[in-house]
């Protein structure tokens, strides 16, 4: 028999028991089905932020414990309809800063907070949780755990019950009740999953390969272990996403564990988000990817990136203004998160709003001036606007963060090109090239210098190469205005109708 070690058994049990009090105190409304309940959401009454548990002993070496828990708690919540939960990215923004709690509440647009800390005494475990409402600070529930570690299990049923009982509470119209989400039963593999979203949370191509490594690891000890499939999923789709592993190596990987991840929990919105992604980005199989989205969505209501992934399809449909609604939605969910409001900014960018993509792009910069992806979007949308030398600098601050990536190349020959200086433009060409037996270039963006640069034949060469390579840019075929130079060519007419895009 496996020998549980303290520290992580601990971290299954108090996250149930601090969830089910927390959800004492709300009472659900019946679901009314996918399509009405991505609609009744963004009205609801109630919401709450999980601030990340503080580590109140000494040994900063636990610190990953309280946001494991801090985590569990997000997940479980998250899955309860009528309930609006902040989501991670912009909850761990409050760690450890010392902030009150009504500025943190209107900051993340919910009215309840819930705050604790933990702290480990040989073989006893010390936990406290407040749920504190904004707007007077009054404690709607808190509660403090002293126990033997040997004694937790016996006593989680007892003390769950115990708090439901005094709040009077029923749950109602919940199928995924928190707590139910399947996980392992190895505790090594828990430990290994909690660093592979670690790493994930990271999002760096360096840390996706390493939280790749801990997923394939957690996979080894629990091959039935749903979400470990998920966050594998998750790793090689951001990695095929940005062109950081070729489409036809990412892409496929992606979809076996997010398949497997779905056939061991058909619950788990997850995977079904990563699917939805698959069919979009790589199959082009619109009408199942929108039908996957939805899907996690109705599991999830509170799952901000799937919110995020359905604004990027809907962008790619050109249907701007649900994705606009769509988009917003998950910044209410994440509403400190860089990556939702640069992701706006691209939705207006494909949708021709130069302006108002360039406003949005600036404000997410404002907040964090290395993000890549609003550096690359930002210059874009001033090469839309023929503001070349912005366009050039703006572009160029992307090889701060990410030295000589091939989809920032491209934008930046692209660009030189577009402005005249076709001389810059062949250097970049002649880098992508020379790049090549190195790293994975796309072909989409050789073949966007070449249409720059008025090289009809070899811009047709490569796009079809970038068929071939099954490249995920290509569903933006139609709203890239970076293509305008060749848009009237009929064999651009034909790739639009090879890949499949709506007419």
Known sequence: MVKIKPL???????????????????????????????????????????????????????DYFGDGLTDEIINSLSYLKGLKVCARASSFKFKKKSVGIKKIGTDLGVSNILEGSFQLQGDRVIIS???INVDDSIHLWSAKYDENLDEIFALQDKIANAIADK???????????????????????????????????????PALKKGIDFFQQVIKLDASYAAAYSGLADCYMALGYGSFLAPNDAFPKALEAATKAATLDSTLADAHASLGYYKFYYDWDWAAAEQEFRKCLALNPNYELGYDWYGYYLT??????????????????????????TDMGFSFYYGGNYDPAIKE???????????????????????AQKAYPDAINELKKTMKVSVNWPVALAAIGSAYAESGDKINAKIILDTMISLMP???????????????????????????????????????????????????????????NRVGLPQ
């Open 361 to 383: 792009l600036k404000a997410s910069l404002q907040v964090d001036s290395n993000f890549l992806l609003a550096h690359l979007w930002l210059g874009r949308s001033y090469q």
């Open 8 to 62: 992580i058994k601990i971290g299954f049990i108090i996250a149930f028991l601090i969830v089910t009090a927390i959800v004492s105190y709300f009472i659900f409304s019946k679901s009314k089905g996918e399509a009405t309940a991505l609609e009744d959401h963004a009205n609801l009454s109630q919401s709450i932020a999980i601030l990340p548990f503080v580590n109140a002993s000494a040994d900063s070496s636990q």
């Open 438 to 496: 190195k790293k994975f270039v796309t072909a989409y963006g050789i073949a966007l210098v070449y249409s720059a640069l008025g090289e009809k034949e070899e811009a047709f060469l490569w796009l079809n190469k970038a068929f071939d390579e099954r490249s995920n840019w290509l569903v933006w075929l139609k709203t890239d205005p970076r293509w305008n130079m060749i848009k009237s060519d009929k064999r651009f007419h034909e790739m639009v």
């Open 316 to 341: 790619a449909m050109e249907r701007y203004d649900e994705a606009s609604v769509i988009l917003k939605k998950a910044a209410s969910l994440d509403p400190l998160s860089v990556s939702i409001s």
């Open 167 to 205: 709040l009077k509470i029923t749950l109602l119209g919940n199928q995924h009740q928190p707590g139910s989400k399947k996980q392992t039963t190895n505790i090594e593999a828990y430990q290994l999953y909690l660093k592979g979203r670690s790493f994930w949370n990271l999002k760096t191509p």
């Open 129 to 131: 949780a407040q749920l």
